[in-house]
């Protein structure tokens, strides 16, 4: 079995799938009356044409490392969005395509307080939290046509290292 292990979530080796949100390093300003440091517009958010922003609540069950990935999808109308409602790491697994089909798959571990926002169309693994529980805000998009395409793969251990 093919075997890949997890790297520290980093804004740089990221960006070819999305954006890492997170509020860390000066915030852009301050607001509610010096209280309050906003990190502004952290995401490169797309709806598409015909759709709109939608916030969803997910509850996915924990997974443990190794991981055995089967599979990867992808969203071909808009971005997607995963933020934890808690502090605990989650398991981010994106790939390149390669003509339609997935390619140098890559694994990434996240720091506690990071989400991450795959960016139209990117290969990614579906969500695994790392812990329980595993409550996630997802923003995406919400319209009437279809907006998810699955791809079976051989199975690939995911480790830690």
């Not at 969203?75 to 934890?84: D, L, M, W």
């Amino acid at each position: 079995m093919k075997r890949i292990v997890a790297q520290p979530l980093t804004d740089e080796a990221f960006a070819p799938f999305g954006d890492v949100l997170h509020a860390s390093g000066s915030p852009d300003k301050m607001i509610n009356q010096g209280l309050c440091g906003r990190h502004h517009d952290r995401a490169r958010m797309d709806f598409g044409p015909d759709g709109r922003a939608g916030i969803s609540i997910f509850n996915a069950e924990k997974r443990d490392l190794p991981y055995t990935l089967d599979l990867v999808e992808r969203h071909p109308e808009g971005s997607q969005a995963f933020i934890p409602m808690t502090l605990e790491p989650f398991l981010v697994i994106v790939a390149e395509d390669d003509g339609g089909k997935p390619s140098n798959i890559q694994a990434f571990i996240t720091s506690p307080g990071q989400g991450i926002n795959l960016l139209r169309n990117t290969w990614h693994g579906v969500l695994t939290p790392l812990s329980t529980p595993g409550f996630f805000a997802v923003v995406d998009r919400i319209g009437d046509t279809p907006n998810l395409e699955e791809f079976p793969l051989e199975p690939i251990l995911v480790t830690a290292e």
